[in-house]
């Protein structure tokens, strides 16, 4: 299979290509009491779905879908506040279409371009190795979770290449959350669906999806094996998983040490350390292994190349005595088969 790598944003609406012309449905579960609610247009946002269950009833804002248990919207409720202050003093996110669409080649606003060179080097692995692979095993394209979305760049890419992307996240705002997804609906022929959801209660059934991708997001997670048991249960056997943009370190103690210094760093800047939910933050050789002992994952580890000021950096810090950088390696997961 050929591929074709972008090596400027494209601007130019580029329509992907119709692999399939009926409307596509989703089966919902519900966040509250995990009832199944049944298949539903996720594009048709003018209608209510309700639980028959409990009474939950699924409703829309801004053509996001709300599915968040309202307990949790309490337990989320400093989160979603401290994420969004310390996101708008870094300067996260634009008023204009330009900055999203160029994402996440390129930061038109330069107020974040080292991490979205990060995050454009890691994609570019994705779109050269990995992408091909699973269309291989997808002809028709995949129904692809992207869970912890922020502002939806990648299900957009997703979406040019024909995939069917469904976001998660809990942010809603339309500079760095779900709301920023109205960016990309006139490049695309069908809008994705977005849901405010948490990425340990997902409102699906089982089995609807064929990839879940955590991209930069999966440390946020405060129970690995959970948070993955919960994305399994959405996705068809065998299950593709990809962790992208994670921080990986060598040593336990360096993953620790880098949380420690973050938190006194939000303290002195914001005035609060942003701990109201206990994430854990980063992941080992060892975390990977016990994901593989509790959950039967095999791991594929890729190393994207983010450049050789990047690729220095352990051997700098060990010069200077300094603790052990975080690395961003790109984990596969697939169920192992017996
Ligand atoms: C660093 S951002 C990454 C956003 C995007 N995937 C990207 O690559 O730019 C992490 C995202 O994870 C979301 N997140 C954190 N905890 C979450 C949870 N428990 N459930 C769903 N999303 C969560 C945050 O709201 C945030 O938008």
Not at 28 to 55: F, I, K, N, Y
Not at 215 to 239: I, M, Q, W
Not at 252 to 275: H, I, L, N, P
Not at 298 to 306: F, G, L, T
């Amino acid at each position: 299979m050929s591929t074709t790598f972008a090596t400027e944003p494209s601007l130019s609406p580029t329509l992907p290509p119709r692999v399939d012309s009926s409307r596509r449905t989703l089966r919902l579960r519900c966040p509250v009491c995990a009832e199944s609610v049944g298949p539903m247009d996720p594009l048709d946002t003018s209608s209510q779905l309700g639980c028959s269950e409990c009474g939950f009833v699924f409703k829309t804002l801004c053509g996001t879908w709300k599915a968040l248990a309202p307990s949790r919207e309490q337990r989320f409720e400093q989160f979603i506040r401290e994420y969004q202050a310390v996101r708008t003093r870094e300067g996260r996110g634009s008023a204009g279409a330009h900055f999203y669409l160029s994402l996440p080649y390129k930061d038109l606003t330069g107020r974040n371009s080292w991490q979205w060179k990060i995050r454009g080097r890691s994609f570019r692995f994705l779109e050269q190795k990995i992408l091909p692979v699973l269309e291989e095993i997808f002809p028709h394209r995949a129904d692809v979770l992207d869970i912890g979305a922020g502002n939806c760049w990648m299900s957009y890419r997703l979406a040019l290449r024909g995939h069917r992307p469904t976001a998660v996240d809990l942010q809603l705002d339309d500079q760095d959350g779900l709301g920023a997804a109205r960016h990309y609906l006139n490049y695309l022929s069908e809008p994705f669906p977005r849901f405010q959801a948490e990425m340990d209660r997902l409102p699906f059934d089982e089995g609807t999806f064929d990839v879940a991708i955590f991209n930069a997001s999966f440390h946020y997670s405060e129970d690995y094996v959970r948070t993955l048991k919960e994305a399994l249960r959405c996705l068809r056997p065998p299950g593709h998983i990809l962790i992208v943009d994670s921080p990986f370190y060598k040593r336990e103690e360096s993953g620790r040490q880098m949380v420690e210094e973050r938190r006194a760093k939000f303290q002195e800047t914001y005035g609060f350390r942003s701990d109201s939910i206990s994430s854990r933050e980063f992941l080992t050789a060892e975390t990977m292994n016990e994901l593989t002992r509790e959950l039967g994952l095999a791991w594929q580890i890729c190393r994207p190349w983010h450049g050789l000021s990047w690729a220095l950096r352990p051997l700098r810090a060990r010069l200077l005595g300094r603790r052990e950088p975080a690395k961003f390696l790109i984990a596969w997961g697939t169920v192992e088969t017996q």
